[in-house]
Structure formats: C-alpha cells, structure tokens
C-alpha cells in the first residue's frame, strides 16, 4: 500500500529527534557524525531517522569525496504548510468571531453598569 506524499511528511515530522535534524539542516549542509552530536543515541539509530527523512523527501543526502552531506529539501515542507494553511484561516476566522463576541459582551456590561 503506497502513502500519500503528506502522509509521510507528517510521519516523518511526528518524531522529536527527526524535528530536531531538519532544524540542525535548515542552517547547513551536515554530516551524520554531525548530526548524531547531541544526540544520546547510535549512529545506526540516527541513519534509520535520516531515512525516515529521506524516503519523506525532506532530506537529501550528497557525496562530497568520502563525505556525505545531509541537506534539507524543503519542497515537502510546502506541501504540509500549505494543508496547515487552510486551518489557520479557520482558526483566525474562529478567534474573529470570538473577539467579536467578547467587545459585543463587553460593550452590554458597560451598558448595564452605567
């Protein structure tokens, strides 16, 4: 059964350390070792969360000689904005509505303290 891309995305993103890479990446270009610093974990365990990010498509990994160098792809990271997009609006439209309920209370407590 193939997932869809946002699936996998929002998969890949559920997990604190694999969060905690794509900010390390989106500074610069970095190695595992690099990435496996602060982390209290096995290079192993850090390369299945590097393919995690890759098989998402948020990370790509190059070869520089002997090196090679993880970097962010961000092109998946559009895609999840632009889903969370649509339910900012609503949550904005919501908060409106609510501010609005709150001056029109606000405005009948004044009311009827004067």
Known sequence: MQTDPLSTAFAALADPTRRAILARLSQSEATVNELAEPFDMTLPAVSKHLKVL?????????????????????????????????????????????????????????????
């Not at 098989?55 to 895609?79: I, Y």
């Not at 949550?91 to 606000?106: G, T």
Request: contains cysteine.
């Open 54 to 114: 890759e098989r998402a498509g948020l990370v790509s990994r190059g070869r520089t000689a002997q090196f090679r160098p993880c970097r962010l792809e961000a092109g998946p990271l559009k895609d999840v904005a632009g889903w969370v997009e649509q339910y900012r609006r609503f949550w904005d439209d919501s908060f409106n509505r609510l501010d609005d309920y709150l001056k029109e209370l606000q405005s009948r407590e004044r009311s009827d303290d004067a």
